[in-house]
């Protein structure tokens, strides 16, 4: 081989390796962000649940905690579609009154039987409200709705 063909093949084995390398930096990069979002998500959510909890006196032996993963990931989802549907018609008429808006945290659920559910929101101002919906028949109904500082 000669010395032009041996500089080729040399230079396109670094190349390679630098591409390789960055490709492998970005993609541990991009893995180590989504875990971090994914952590601090966990981190709000429970932090919400538990504040929840206190303030309204929730007893979580009567009632079951759904996150959101837990209402909107299909992948993950144990709840029937029609509870799903009811709930996202939930939120979304909490976002329509205004209840829920931009800069709240994310909406923890309350499940008591097959019947009521409550969304509690830590909003930006640092307050917190439950609203309680009668999901028993097709359209949620909201029957109560509580705030606390």
């Known amino acids: 081989m000669n010395k032009k063909g041996k500089s080729l093949t040399i230079t396109g084995g670094v190349l390679a390796l630098a591409i390789a390398s960055l490709v492998i930096f970005n ?22 649940k538990d504040r929840a909890i206190k303030t309204f006196d929730i007893n979580t032996k009567n009632e079951k905690v759904l996150y959101n993963s ?38 923890i659920y309350f499940l ?7 969304i509690a929101i830590e909003h930006a101002d640092g307050t917190i409200s439950l609203t309680k919906f009668d999901i028993s028949k097709e359209e949620p109904v909201k029957i109560d709705h509580r705030e606390a500082k």
């Open 27 to 48: 993609t541990n990069a991009f893995s180590d962000e989504i875990v971090k979002k994914g952590s601090k998500q966990i981190e709000v959510e429970t932090n919400v």
């Open 70 to 107: 837990d209402v909107f990931n299909d992948k993950i989802a144990t709840e029937s579609a029609d509870l799903r549907s009811k709930l996202l018609t939930a939120i979304a008429m909490l976002t329509d009154d205004k209840t829920f808006v931009p800069g709240d945290k994310i909406p």
């Open 112 to 118: 008591e039987g097959n019947n009521k559910a409550s």
